[in-house]
């Protein structure tokens, strides 16, 4: 009996751990990287089937100080980083409907990165999380700040090289903040960090490293389930990582190999595996099995697939990756074969995706629409939505869609959500390219 109980409070622990995920996607909110569930995925009304104005409208724009930091997203409220005149990084919440300013927080916190990463600026970069009361933003001098999001008043500050005595990091604090109950996860202080999301406690340090221009991470982490236990993923800039969230236990390590430490994409979850690719080298799966509580990882496959800076969606058991050679991909993630490759793009997309479609935003401001499929790459339809570089990731809530530009926030709405567009077929194609 009291095993049968134990099995059943497992089994409600794991519905109310992914409850707030859940209920944020289901109520319009793109609270933090990547969205609710960390993965890309947009729920609600199936989108339509082109991107052109009187489909896609622009409802409203905000010019903003630059940054590469994407928009998060309230039920109400748009929430948006910059870096202001090379000095201060400021936040601004923006009315939803409107683009009315709302509340505007600032704090001394520039840096310049190194001379040969300067030609992308050296604006704010993470993007922050937000968890229905508080707004958590990554400044570049590798700080933390808590913001009341009603309000914008600063409710905690941590300052990790001052606390912690470590370098700052070369290219800045470029991990996004990972939300989860009442902790958040971060990449700073040259370590893998767990705080209290009240106070901003530290409540353990894993994963050091020498900080510095080698130990800054790009990688944002997630949390998941492998092998039947649920942990922390952590891609630094040598390895992946396993880590027990409430311990702080590292469960298991594998190295990735890369060039210079260039481990940037953010490590995707793939049954009992982990995907992930470095610059100038591979793609891989790494695949997780436990037994007597200890892990075992195992290389599945590797492939000459080489991702950058963008981290795939997943559908239907296929990897959709944009590549350091700026060219689009379709990877099987059971067997690690290339389906096929298209002609090249710009150097960096975010991407995101509503069952078999993807959205992919271009760092040249560009907007595509694509049909997912491991026969050949379809184009259904693309815009250009902005004449300036769109780094940020875009953030996609119910039928709106918002397009952070360098100096400037777009909200486009889909009005045509509900119309029969919504079936219709590629409008044009593009061909592939190996």
């Known amino acids: 009996m009291l095993l049968n109980r134990t099995a059943a409070l497992s089994v409600i622990c794991l519905v109310l751990q992914s409850f707030p995920a859940l209920a944020a996607d289901e109520a319009g909110v793109w609270n933090q990287w990547r969205g609710p569930n960390r993965d890309g995925q947009v729920q609600g009304a199936p989108w339509p089937g082109t ?12 010019e903003l100080p630059p940054g590469y ?6 039920e109400s409220a748009v929430f948006v980083a910059g870096t202001e005149d090379k000095k201060n990084e400021v936040v601004l919440a923006l009315d939803r409907a409107t683009g009315k300013e709302l509340w505007r927080a600032s704090w001394p916190g520039a840096m310049s990165v190194p001379f040969f990463a300067a030609s992308n600026g050296s604006w704010i970069r993470a993007t922050p999380a937000f968890d229905g009361e508080s707004l958590y933003v990554a400044g570049m001098r590798d700080v933390l700040v808590s913001l009341n999001a009603a309000t914008g008043g600063i409710q905690w500050r941590v300052d990790f090289a001052e606390q912690l005595e470590t370098p700052l990091p070369a290219f800045g604090f470029a991990s996004s903040p990972l939300l989860d109950g009442d902790f958040l996860y971060v990449q700073a202080g040259a370590a893998f960090l767990k705080l209290e999301k009240a106070t901003g406690n530290i409540v353990w340090r894993v994963l050091s490293d020498k900080g510095g221009m080698m130990g800054s991470a790009f990688s944002s982490p997630i949390i998941t389930t492998l092998a039947g236990k649920r942990q922390l993923v952590v891609q630094t800039r040598l390895k992946l990582a396993g880590v027990d969230p409430d311990s702080g236990d590292v469960l298991w390590e594998q190295e990735v190999p890369n060039f210079r430490g260039m481990n940037i994409l953010t ?10 690719s470095s610059y100038q080298n591979k793609a891989w799966l790494y695949n997780a099995a436990r037994a007597d509580g200890k892990f075992e990882i195992t290389e599945a496959w590797d492939s ?3 991702g950058y800076m963008s981290t795939p969606v997943v559908i239907n058991g296929h990897a959709y990756l ?16 290339r389906k096929w490759t298209s002609q090249p793009f710009g150097k960096y997309w975010s991407l995101v995706a509503q069952g078999d479609r993807i959205l992919a935003l271009d760092n040249q401001g560009k907007l595509l629409l694509i049909q997912a499929s491991p026969e050949k790459f379809e184009l259904i339809d693309e815009r250009t939505v902005s004449e300036e570089e769109t780094w940020a990731h875009l953030a996609v809530s119910n039928q709106d869609v918002f397009v952070r530009e360098l100096k400037a926030v777009s909200a486009f709405r889909w009005e045509a959500g509900q119309k029969a567009e919504q079936s219709a077929g590629p409008k044009k194609s593009k061909p592939r390219s190996n």
Do not use: M, Y
Request: aromatic content about 8%; glycine content about 6%.
């Open 51 to 62: 991107l052109d104005e009187e489909t896609l409208v622009r409802r409203w724009r905000v």
């Open 69 to 74: 930091s994407g928009p998060v997203v309230s």
């Open 267 to 276: 490590p995707v979850r793939f049954e009992d595996g982990i995907f992930t």
């Open 304 to 306: 000459n697939t080489r």
């Open 322 to 337: 944009h590549l350091q050679n700026q060219r689009f991909a379709c990877i099987d993630l059971k067997t690690g074969e």
